[in-house]
């Protein structure tokens, strides 16, 4: 079992950065594959990175280059940089957690979710 808390949201302006964070409790986030998925009103839940824990790391083409998922497994902790943000970043971003090494962009393979952070980017 994991439970995700996120923090870090907040209102930017285009081009400014902002850390996303994510603490985890529970025993398995060890083995637990950490991604961030966002989703605006009335569209699907989308995949934006992922970090196995064995390190591999796989992120959506739309942030490639511009965001940076890390985690810290003695704090159980996964973070997400996101610089050059754009208008089309805002969203309520969502931490996830699945008990399987394959790093997936489908949301329904994932286990646990997070309450969400809001970030929103003003042009």
């Known amino acids: 079992q994991l439970q995700l808390v996120e923090s870090g949201g907040g209102l930017v302006q285009a081009g400014d950065s902002l850390r996303l964070s994510c603490v985890a409790s529970g025993s398995t986030f060890s083995r637990s594959t950490m991604s961030w998925f966002r989703q605006t009103p009335g569209k699907e839940r989308e995949f934006v990175a992922s970090v196995s824990w064995v390190g591999s790391i796989a992120y959506a083409e739309s942030v490639k280059g511009r965001f940076t998922i890390s985690r810290d497994n003695d704090k159980t902790t996964v973070s997400l940089q996101m610089n050059g943000l754009t208008p089309e970043d805002t969203a309520v971003y969502y931490c996830?957690?699945?008990?399987?090494?394959?790093?997936?962009?489908?949301?329904?393979?994932?286990?646990?979710w997070g309450q969400g952070t809001q970030v929103t980017v003003s042009s």
């Open positions: 996830a957690a699945r008990s399987h090494i394959a790093m997936v962009r489908d949301p329904n393979e994932y286990n646990y």
